[in-house]
């Protein structure tokens, strides 16, 4: 009984041992919009990235499993590490952006939604000034992220769809919310994140 008791402390040191290792060396930036979150998106992606590389490059068995318990160590700790950022500092503050002009809809509000290691998700509350029809295509919204230095971010590029009420179009006065987000490998790149920028469906497909 006590060498199994013995062996299950030996284990949980290890683990403990591996998480702490994994998570040495992150330096983060505080973003006024997204916090930490940047920060850790780009250290997490980054070691995953390295494990899975290793994990391709390997041709020893046991070495792989031990790869791949060290990826799935990581992954958790990544979870762990966004829980406890968000804990610490919630992503209350409204997400500033630069709307396109003589739009058929105003863009009240944008706020953080959701967060984990696939991305960052966001929503959006929209007011119809005047009635949108539909005429059997959907209709999206396209933008960007800027940077502080008024720089369009790499690889931030994307877009919302405004969904379509059961063939209905949308009346004058009509409230909708629909949501946005952005993959991990873009969230990387947004510690200096300043706002978002509505942009052309021809800007978004010549970007």
Known sequence: MKSKIFFFMAISSSLTLLLTSCGGGMKTSKNEFLGEIPSIQKYYHAKIDEKDKELKACTDMNKAFKLDKEAELLKQEWDAKIAESLKT???????????????????????????????????????VDTEIKFDNKDIFLYYIAIDKDGKEIQGTKTRSLIRQDYGKDLKAGTEVETSGSWPTKAICNMEDFAKIKFITKDEFDKM
Not at 104 to 117: A, E
């Open 89 to 127: 500092n919630p992503l209350t503050a409204p997400i500033p952006f630069e709307p396109l002009k003589d739009q058929s809809y105003t863009i009240d509000k944008i706020s953080f939604s959701n967060v984990n290691s696939m991305g960052f998700g966001i929503k959006l509350s929209i007011k």
